[in-house]
């Protein structure tokens, strides 16, 4: 056993690994303000998202690294703090200066829960305590106003637009400016003129996360989208039949010709449970979207039951994420937008080419 020292508790820390970055946390520089008082020890271990899939299992091996390591511990009081990496490209940081990473929900055709997935990814990552925007970028069909349950229209402030907010999630949308009976027929550079507008002159303020929530298909609003800002990566939604992941393949195709990291591919509407019996159900089959990434060497994130609590939740404009947290179906979502959060860090931090950060020791006084 150790003696305890600054040294030896880092060293026992040395144990502990992330498990989608592969190394180990104090290499990773997550380990914060160190302090030892007689035989007790505190420290910060900031994550690189406050979504972290696995912040609670870090805490115990943690715990037990320093137990069975250091001779004599005492209280091990541990803070869990976040710092979200940012994509510091000059393009973005000219247009969204506030804004740490940008992420484009896609699907390859509609009717797949695009909307349902993009809305209930981002109010799961507000709720585990990320900042959030959403851009609603489906400027023929704005469903989020719907989703969130929002009918007033936003300020304008400083000629800026300023986003409306709810569950903690900032939110901009065509849907907010025009006649919610009145159809948008606009050409193509019109619509990819509004979701520029949306970016440029909305006051986004800062953000860890802005989700896109873009149009089915490949058309000139994705072209716009990845044409003006470099994206941290994109997500496809699908579901499990043939048809539709036919053309997720050409959504995932089209962002790897751009350039735009594909960080995973969630099947929607994969199989259905009876709430009487308990049977499965694999309505449009099931599996799909799993052997898609598979194939396509792109991270799976999970897969979404059909329930019609899901569907209530985006008519009422109450995600199910919020309006049923403890539900299974929320379960699934929360835990697809922490997969969602960790790739967003390997982007950043999953090579080992990058440099070992410094640890940073507190001063004992």
């Excluded at 992330?18 to 302090?35: A, M, S, Y």
């Excluded at 959030?132 to 989020?144: H, I, K, T």
């Excluded at 049923?324 to 982007?347: E, F, G, H, N, Y």
Aim: proline residues 6%; contains cysteine.
């Amino acid at each position: 056993m150790l003696k305890l020292t600054d040294e030896n508790i880092l060293r026992a820390l040395q144990q502990v690994k992330d498990p989608d970055l592969h190394r180990d946390i104090v290499t990773l520089g997550f380990i914060k303000n160190l302090k030892i008082d007689g035989m007790n020890i505190r420290f910060d271990l900031q994550l690189t998202t406050p979504a972290c899939p696995v912040r609670d299992r870090f805490i115990s091996e943690c715990e037990q690294a320093i137990r069975s390591t250091i001779e004599g511990v005492g209280k091990i009081d541990i803070t869990m703090t976040s710092s979200v990496a940012s994509n510091t490209h000059a393009q973005k940081q000219d247009l969204l200066p506030g804004v740490k990473n940008t992420i484009a929900v896609a699907s390859g055709k509609g009717g797949v829960g695009k909307s349902t997935v993009a809305v209930n990814l981002a109010v799961s990552l507000a709720m585990d305590g990320a900042k959030v925007g959403l851009l609603d970028a489906d400027v023929y069909g704005p469903s989020a106003p719907l989703m969130f349950g929002l009918r007033e229209k936003p300020k304008v402030l400083n000629n800026r637009l300023h986003p409306l907010e709810k569950y903690g999630v900032k939110v901009m949308s065509i849907g907010f400016l025009v006649n919610p009976m009145e159809a948008v027929i606009w050409r193509g550079p019109m619509a990819s003129g509004a979701v520029k507008q949306f970016m440029s002159d909305v006051e986004w303020g800062d953000l860890d996360y802005l989700v896109f929530d873009l149009p089915p298909g490949t058309g000139d609003i994705q072209l716009t989208l990845v044409q003006t800002i470099p994206l941290t990566g994109a997500v496809i939604v699908t579901t499990p039949q043939d048809v539709a992941l036919a053309d997720a393949k050409k959504g995932l195709v089209m962002f790897n010709k751009v350039n735009v990291p594909v960080l995973g591919i969630v099947e929607n509407m994969s199989y259905f449970i009876c709430s009487h019996c308990g049977h499965q159900e694999n309505i449009f089959d099931n599996g799909g979207g799993k052997r898609t990434a598979e194939e396509l060497n792109v991270p799976f994130l999970g897969e979404i039951p059909i329930d019609t609590r899901v569907r209530v939740g985006g008519d009422t404009g109450d995600p199910i994420v919020h309006a049923d947290p403890d539900s299974s179906q929320a379960k699934i979502i929360r835990d697809i937008a922490r997969q969602l959060a960790a790739q967003i860090s390997i982007q950043y931090l999953g090579t080992p080419a990058v440099p070992k950060v410094e640890i940073l020791l507190s001063n004992k006084d």
